[in-house]
């Protein structure tokens, strides 16, 4: 296990000198290299669970390797075209997070595919968002109009798929079945279409249900907290959560499930693709307001999208969604730090999505 941890982090290495060099990079007055981890992310690594500091990857390096330069001469839609499937009469708030994240770390459009009930409701929180209210509920639904509507939903979402670069599956779903039933067609049809998925809330709760959605699909992310990767692992590998060997059983699940990619969230959040296992444990807040979630989502969708069309043009045989995993989790913990840092315990998701794009300029300042 040893030797694959090694080979992992040489590979890592080697990209980022590829795309950087070893050049040292200063963020509020921590230095970080590709070969030097500061002083602060050494004593982070000892109270990692797992014990095993090789875990820890340099996570600020890969973000500032993957994220584009702004360019006068780029075009509406080349930073990033995100889709958040989710919103019921329910949950409106956490389709919004994750969309609304997306935009504020420089994705270009964000767009939200969500039920007739919550599009009002979206597009009041802010008109920056495209809402598109497609999706129904049961109860809006006879039973002889079932299949109709959702070929209808389907042909819809297949108009706008193409312009995709990446979707987030969940953010306030819900739980009614049909609507599930037809969120599932449209992560069939993503699948088919190349198109990569962060998974999330209650898509996970599809996903543990009908692992076939994303089995052997290696441009699924999912994203599972606590309680959700505990069903997760009772699910797939029949047994409970082994906090002890924490990062083996991590490695064990992504591979059981066919190579998707999972982060596992925590005090320190951990990610494995089947091939090996990556920690981010740098920056973070006290506060666990919800909703970060989220933001997080949102952020590895973006991070993603930046990953895969940069890393082709460097080497393709590094996996782009690690990296906008790693990515997006060191945003996400470095703007709720920040935000942590001024509102103490009146944090809230907002507060922490206000601080994402002051998070990422520290890191990588535009020229």
């Given amino acids: 296990m040893q030797q694959c941890y090694g080979s992992i982090i040489r ?3 080697h990209l980022l000198r590829c795309l950087i060099g070893d050049c040292r990079i200063s963020s509020n007055d921590t230095v970080l290299s590709v070969n030097n981890i500061s002083k602060e992310n050494t004593r982070m690594q000892s109270v990692m669970s797992s014990g095993n500091p090789n875990l820890e990857i340099d996570a600020i390096s ?14 509406k839609g080349q930073a990033g075209k995100i889709a958040v499937v989710g919103g019921c009469r329910e949950y409106t708030g956490a389709p919004y997070f994750s969309a609304i994240s997306a935009l504020k770390i420089g994705a270009d459009l964000s767009h939200v595919i969500c039920t007739k009930d919550a599009a009002p409701v979206i597009k009041s929180y802010s008109p920056e968002l495209i809402v598109h209210p497609l999706l129904e509920e049961s109860y809006n639904v006879r039973d002889e109009d079932r299949k109709s509507i959702s070929t209808r939903v389907l ?3 297949d108009k ?14 819900g739980r009614d079945p049909f609507l ?7 992560m069939k049809h993503a699948r088919e279409s190349n198109v990569p998925m962060v998974i999330d809330g209650d898509g996970l709760f599809l996903v543990t249900n009908c692992l076939d959605l994303v089995s052997g699909y290696p441009l699924a992310v999912l994203t599972p907290n606590v309680n959700e990767y505990k069903r997760l692992v009772q699910k797939v590998l029949n047994c409970e959560v082994n906090d002890r060997d924490g990062p083996q ?8 499930i066919g190579g998707v990619t999972i982060l596992r969230k925590g005090q320190t959040d951990y990610i494995s693709d ?11 807040s006290p506060r666990r307001c919800g909703g970060q979630g989220d933001i997080l989502s949102g952020s590895v969708a973006v991070f993603l999208a930046w990953a895969r069309k940069r890393i082709g043009e460097v080497d393709p045989g590094i996996n782009p969604v690690m990296l906008g995993c790693i990515a997006g989790s060191a945003l996400m913990r470095k703007a709720a730090s920040v935000a942590f840092a001024d509102k103490k315990r009146s944090t809230l998701t907002t507060d922490i999505i206000e601080c994402l794009g002051r998070s990422l300029e520290e890191i990588c300042p535009v020229s």
């Fill in 274 to 284: 089947g091939e090996g296992v990556e920690a981010v444990s740098i920056y973070g």
């Fill in 155 to 157: 042909a819809e979402v």
């Fill in 160 to 173: 706008w798929m193409e312009r995709f670069d990446c979707l987030v599956i969940g953010p306030g779903l």
């Fill in 62 to 75: 890969v973000l500032r390797s993957i994220s584009p330069n702004l360019d006068s001469n780029k075009h």
């Fill in 249 to 256: 059983q991590l490695l064990s699940l992504a591979k059981s």
């Fill in 11 to 13: 590979r890592q290495q």
């Fill in 180 to 186: 599930l039933d037809c969120v599932s067609d449209i």
